[in-house]
Nanobody, 118 residues
Framework: QVQLVESGGGLVQAGGSLRLSCAAS????????MGWYRQAPGKQRELVAT??????NYADSVKGRFTISRDNAKNTMYLQMNSLKPEDTAVYYC?????????????WGQGTQVTVSS
């Protein structure tokens, strides 16, 4: 079992910055991948950024503005969000992919709200 807890969301003006954190209940160094997703009202959940094996991947809409990082010593993943836009408003979720004998499993956090005002 893995518990993921997001924090750092809030209300910010367009052009501002926020840093989201995702704290895991156990060592993240064993996770095959971690990522950030978001879901805006009335829309499907979409990928924001992922981190796997030292590589990162970003949605086109956030490239150059968002940065995903991991601190293994703190068992925490981050999402630095700069130059925020109103269209970035969503609930942001972190997840992790864990390899198990029974097969891989994905855990999700409960989400944190990000609201960007124009």
């Amino acid at each position: 079992q893995v518990q993921l807890v997001e924090s750092g969301g809030g209300l910010v003006q367009a052009g501002g910055s926020l840093r989201l954190s995702c704290a895991a209940s156990r060592s993240i160094s064993s996770f095959t991948a971690m990522g950030w997703y978001r879901q805006a009202p009335g829309k499907q959940r979409e990928l924001v950024a992922t981190s796997s094996g030292g590589s990162t991947n970003y949605a086109d809409s956030v490239k150059g503005r968002f940065t995903i990082s991991r601190d293994n010593a703190k068992n925490t993943m981050y999402l630095q969000m700069n130059s925020l836009k109103p269209e970035d408003t969503a609930v942001y979720y972190c997840n992790c992919n864990v390899a198990r004998l029974a097969g891989p499993y994905i855990y999700w956090g409960q989400g944190t709200q990000v609201t960007v005002s124009s």
